[in-house]
């Protein structure tokens, strides 16, 4: 069956435009996950939405960072006044459930953003 | 959260097995043992997981010690599509689901 899909696969954008990128999950899966990867670093958790509960944000490095699922599927993780320090590759990761116990995650392969 | 240790690379050759290791030294009770890997310009895949027991299954066996402080990933025998970055994250069922991912080992095999 289909993956996690993750578009624009690459997106360059100037400095203090915003930017929005898509996750469509695998169908059925109530866990979402956004992490950001910066050039030869690991993954950096951002966010966290499990079924109808309050996402877990605490990952989001500032205040220009949001994200929504909307009807529990599709996500939008939307990045304003974009600056420089941005510019990694996003990944989107979905499972059945939340804690990837017996539920192992499943990976888009990443939105790479480039801002100028 | 808690947290694992692993080396920042090795290396191995082709067709010879590959154990990587990973600390997790204050581990819980209810703490699973995940793996994933990571291909060059992909996102990771899951590759074991495991609480006490060892595991194995078509990708990998994962060994863990008595006092589950530490565990060891083996790749019976490594081909150069395994080159890639290994990562060793902990999770608790029912705990607070996010998986926090660390640096992982960088995986070189030479031909």
């Known amino acids: 069956g289909a993956g996690v899909s993750q578009s624009p696969s690459n997106k360059v954008t100037e400095k203090g435009k915003d930017v929005e990128l898509r996750c469509d999950p695998i169908?059925?899966?109530?866990?979402l996950y956004w992490y950001r990867q910066s050039l030869g670093q690991g993954l950096e958790f951002l966010i966290y939405f499990q079924g109808n509960s309050a996402p877990d944000k605490s990952g989001l490095p500032s205040d220009r960072f949001s994200a929504e699922r909307t009807g529990g599927s599709v996500s939008t993780l939307t990045i304003q006044r974009t600056q420089q320090e941005d510019s990694a590759v996003y990944l989107c990761?979905?499972?059945?459930?939340?804690?990837?116990?017996?539920?192992?995650?499943?990976f888009g392969n990443g939105t790479r953003l480039t801002v100028t | 959260d808690a947290k694992t240790t692993q080396p920042n690379s090795m290396e191995s050759n082709e067709e010879e097995p590959v154990h990587l290791p990973c600390n997790h030294s204050?581990?819980?009770?209810?703490?699973?043992i995940h793996w994933y890997r990571q291909l060059p310009s992909q996102g990771p895949e899951y590759v074991i997981h495991?609480?006490?027991s060892n595991v194995n299954n078509r990708m990998a066996s994962l060994a863990i010690a008595e006092d589950r402080k530490s565990s060891t990933l083996i790749l019976h025998r490594a081909t150069l599509r395994d080159a890639a970055v290994y990562y060793c994250i902990l999770s608790t069922q029912g705990g607070s689901e996010k998986l926090v991912f660390g640096k992982g080992t960088k995986l070189t095999v030479n031909p």
């Open positions: 495991g609480l006490t």
């Open positions: 990761a979905s499972s059945w459930t939340g804690s990837g116990v017996n539920s192992p995650l499943h």
């Open positions: 169908s059925g899966h109530t866990a």
């Open positions: 204050t581990i819980s009770g209810t703490d699973y």
